[in-house]
């Protein structure tokens, strides 16, 4: 009896170990990036970038203290996310990303702060190496598509990460911003997804309609389908700028959305369904702590700003100067520059 009660303990304490230690090697799992890691390299002090006007250069850095004490959702201090949208298959119009973010991540402050670079911003990418054709300027929407196109990655996630890996240098050796993580979405899955958790709804401020979307959009309190919504943020009946302010509409309804549980309950499921639609090099552990700032930071500590329109004059190509002081010192503004 006694030999048996031995041989019972041993199985309980090997048991016990093998739980400790696959619980280790999960939180480990847990906070390893899903995709490959940026790799930047410093802004050469002598790369000018291409605004209207220069300034002395400076390196950016990212503010790893507490803006306040203690943590929020397990996070504390701050990141700043590159967030790109893009649709490699849609042919129509100037090929490259549609929608170009910089989003400043405080958990400790809970405080989220988004700034949007327009596509046809005129930048230099001489030190990413476009080669056959050479390319050493091109339009900031441009840069993510030849980096995209010029991967030697097979799968097209790994073309996004690479995608994501020239944008963030441009970004750096162009606003001397630097990003620490990434976020691709592939918008021709956009549809489906919103299908998925129902559709989005949504209050439209103005009917909008143009060639391109080949629908309208009405007016007021809505629920988009997915197509409706895909055509609403790409549709540009005015402007570039104009559009950015749509995409804020849906940005802000968005986030509403997922703050229903009945969203939460699905997401595993929509995880399988779409692991391919999103390419990111955050961890699982801060996915997860992003979900929960949602439910954190109040709708007034959500801010969102762009290049303003008077900030550009007209570019080579039918691209856009802009104001190099100016959108620096909004940058700093949302402490995306030091």
Not at 304 to 312: A, G, I, L, S
């Amino acid at each position: 009896m006694k030999n048996k009660r031995s041989v019972v303990f041993l199985l309980a304490g090997i048991l016990l170990v093998c739980i400790a230690i696959l619980g280790v090697y999960l939180f480990k799992l847990s906070r390893q990036p899903l995709s490959q890691p940026l790799d930047l390299e410093p802004r050469a002090t002598a790369t000018a970038s291409i605004g209207l006007e220069e300034t002395v250069p400076s390196t950016a850095t990212v503010d790893t203290t507490d803006s306040a004490s203690g943590e929020v959702c397990g996070q504390s201090g701050a990141f700043t996310i590159l967030i790109i949208g893009s649709d490699a298959a849609d042919l129509r119009g100037r090929p490259g990303s549609d929608l170009t973010r910089l989003a400043r991540v405080d958990f400790s402050g809970k405080k989220v702060s988004t700034f949007a670079l327009p596509r046809d911003l005129w930048v230099d990418v001489s030190r990413l190496g476009f080669q056959d054709p050479l390319i050493t300027n091109t339009t900031l929407g441009r840069a993510y598509h030849e980096a995209h196109n010029r991967s030697a990655q097979a799968e097209e996630t790994g073309k996004m990460a690479d995608g994501a890996q020239g944008s963030a240098q441009m970004i750096l050796d162009n606003f001397e911003v630097t990003s620490d993580h990434y976020l691709v979405v592939d918008l021709s899955q956009l549809p489906a997804l919103i299908d998925a958790i129902g559709g989005l709804p949504i209050d439209i401020p103005e009917r909008t309609t143009d060639p391109w979307i080949g629908m309208v959009i009405e007016a007021g309190p809505q629920t988009l389908t997915g197509e409706q919504l895909k055509a609403y943020a790409r549709a540009i009946p005015d402007s570039d700028f104009a559009r950015i302010q749509r995409n804020n509409v849906i940005l802000y309804a968005l986030r509403q959305k997922l703050l229903d549980p009945s969203v939460w309950i699905k997401l595993p499921t929509l995880y399988d369904q779409f692991k391919k639609m999103i390419v990111t090099d955050l961890s699982p552990q801060q996915i997860f702590s992003l979900f929960c700032l949602l439910k954190e930071v109040p709708r007034e500590e959500i801010v969102m700003k762009q290049v303003e329109p008077e900030w550009t004059s007209p570019g080579p190509s039918d691209s856009l100067l802009w104001d190099k002081d100016k959108v620096a010192a909004a940058l700093k503004q949302l402490d995306l520059l030091p």
